[in-house]
């Protein structure tokens, strides 16, 4: 079945390297995204990566996907206060169907210590 | 600007009674969503629509229901059969354009609706 896991919680000092881990189960994933969520507030996307890339690179965010383990990560590089947040990670699968339907994790807090 | 409204931010309900989260587009995008988020849970998908006058059930439809008239509107209501309706309710959007392109979904700031 479609499934997609998160750690819980990382904290990190300002200034500091941010790595958000993301494992999916379904190998059919075209895109893999992901979303920052502010208290109270909806997510707001980030980045995306396709299935084909292995890298991807955006001012402090780099997305690395290894498709043979099935495993995605965000690096947030000189992390700030203002990156504290739930990062979510999404991946759409395709489908008869093609809902463009998401799959989310869990969520990932992020606690940024001054 | 392009966006997705939802309203109200928050909202409560009584025992007993139906109560409706709007949800408005003018992305132009043909696909609206609608989710459920409890605390420390990610996003669970409540109905779903690819095009005007259809939609579908997600995984906990169950105590919900949905209409799509407009393009740009895709209303939810909770309805008293939902036992549990406590939550943060999630509307988004995506273009809906095809298989194997790139659709991430936008959200709204989403709704909060508590019981009375």
């Known amino acids: 079945g479609e499934d997609v896991e998160q750690s819980l919680f990382l904290s990190v000092r300002e200034g500091d390297s941010s790595v958000i881990n993301c494992t999916y189960t379904?190998?059919?994933?075209?895109?893999l995204y992901w979303y920052k969520q502010e208290p109270g507030a909806g997510l707001q996307l980030l980045t995306y990566?396709?299935?084909?890339?292995d890298m991807k690179q955006d001012q402090r965010l780099t997305v690395l996907l290894n498709k043979k383990d099935k495993h995605l990560s965000l690096r947030i590089a000189d992390t700030q206060t203002g990156d504290s947040a739930i990062y979510f990670c999404?991946?759409?699968?395709?489908?008869?169907?093609?809902?463009?339907?998401?799959?989310f994790g869990q969520g990932t807090t992020l606690q940024v210590k001054p | 600007d392009g966006g997705i409204t939802q309203s109200p931010k928050y909202l409560f309900r009584k025992e007993g009674q139906n109560v409706t989260l709007s949800c408005e587009q003018n992305?132009?995008?043909?696909?609206m969503y609608w989710y459920r988020q409890d605390p420390g849970q990610g996003l669970r998908l409540i109905y779903y629509?690819?095009?005007?006058?259809?939609?579908q059930k997600g995984d906990i439809a169950e105590g919900y229901s949905v209409s799509r008239e407009k393009k740009e509107s895709f209303p939810l209501t909770v309805t008293s059969a939902q036992k549990n309706p406590t939550a943060f309710y999630l509307c988004?959007?995506?273009?809906?354009?095809?298989?194997?392109?790139?659709?991430?979904?936008?959200f709204g700031d989403g709704t909060r609706l508590s019981i009375l």
């Open positions: 988004a959007s995506s273009i809906g354009r095809g298989q194997g392109t790139n659709q991430p979904q936008h």
């Open positions: 379904d190998s059919s994933s075209t895109y």
């Open positions: 990566i396709f299935s084909n890339m």
């Open positions: 999404a991946e759409r699968v395709e489908g008869s169907s093609n809902t463009g339907k998401l799959i």
């Open positions: 992305l132009n995008h043909d696909a």
């Open positions: 629509s690819q095009i005007v006058n259809d939609f």
